[in-house]
C-alpha cells in the first residue's frame, strides 16, 4: 500500500502563485512516474504534468511555461510550483503514481483562483 498526501492548496488572486507537495509513504519499492492530475467542478479529471525518478518532466499544454513539476527521491516527494495563476486553474489537485501496476491516489488538495 502506497499513501499520499497532497498540501499547499488555497485561495490565491490571478497572477499569484502557490506550490503543492505530495508525499509519498507506505511500501514503496519503486516509483518511476509521478503525476499532477486536477478536476474542477462539473468536470472530468485531467491530468497535468508527469516527472519520471531520473527528473524528465511532461505538461499539459494548458500549464506549459506556468507550472513547474519536481520531485525529492530521497523524500519520496513530487510538488508543483504553479506561477501566473488563472482563474480556470481553480480545481481540486491530486498526486497519483503507479506501483506494481495498481493506481494511487492522494485525498487531493483545493486551489481556487479569484480573478
Known amino acids: 500500500q502506497v499513501q499520499l498526501v497532497e498540501s499547499g492548496g488555497g485561495l490565491v488572486q490571478a497572477g499569484g502563485s502557490l506550490r503543492l507537495s505530495c508525499a509519498a509513504s507506505?511500501?514503496?519499492?519503486?516509483?518511476?512516474?509521478m503525476h499532477w492530475y486536477r478536476q474542477a467542478p462539473g468536470k472530468q479529471r485531467e491530468w497535468v504534468a508527469t516527472?519520471?525518478?531520473?527528473?524528465?518532466?511532461n505538461y499539459a499544454d494548458s500549464v506549459k511555461g506556468r507550472f513547474t513539476i519536481s520531485r525529492d527521491n530521497t523524500m519520496n516527494t513530487v510538488y508543483l510550483q504553479m506561477n501566473s495563476l488563472k482563474p480556470e486553474d481553480t480545481a481540486v489537485y491530486y498526486c497519483?503514481?503507479?506501483?506494481?501496476?495498481?493506481?494511487?491516489w492522494g485525498q487531493g488538495t483545493q486551489v481556487t483562483v479569484s480573478s
Open positions: 497519483n503514481v503507479v506501483q506494481l501496476a495498481r493506481p494511487y
Open positions: 507506505g511500501s514503496i519499492f519503486s516509483i518511476n512516474y
Open positions: 516527472i519520471t525518478s531520473g527528473g524528465s518532466t
